[in-house]
């Protein structure tokens, strides 16, 4: 089986941080526990190696051990949970003119 802490230039925490949203979206969908076929953290490795390596979708997801389709699902879920964390336009521009 691949080995994904091995091949991931990425601070430990941060897959951590990435998983947590990720469980904590799949929590307020109401997506039963264990019904995915990556848990949180597996999920997050395959979107942040996404970013890191730019790599093709479906040899992510071969790695991962789910079909292509998934994989995509899965990136894009990652993606949205993501850009959720971002400020919105108006707030930073708020803030850019406090400072």
Excluded at 16 to 38: H, N
Excluded at 43 to 61: C, D, I, K, P, T
Aim: charged letters at 25%.
């Amino acid at each position: 089986m691949f080995t994904y802490a091995a091949t991931l230039d990425v601070p430990c925490h941060i897959v951590e941080y990435l998983a947590r949203l990720l469980a904590a979206y799949r929590r307020q969908i109401g997506t039963p526990r264990r019904s995915r076929a990556l848990r949180p953290f597996r999920q997050a490795v395959l979107a942040l190696r996404w970013f890191r390596e730019r790599g093709r979708v479906h040899r992510l997801a071969r790695d991962a051990g789910i079909s292509q389709a998934t994989g995509y699902r899965y990136l894009y879920e990652a993606i949205s949970v993501l850009a959720a964390q971002a400020p919105d336009l108006h707030a930073v521009l708020d803030r850019c003119r406090d400072q």
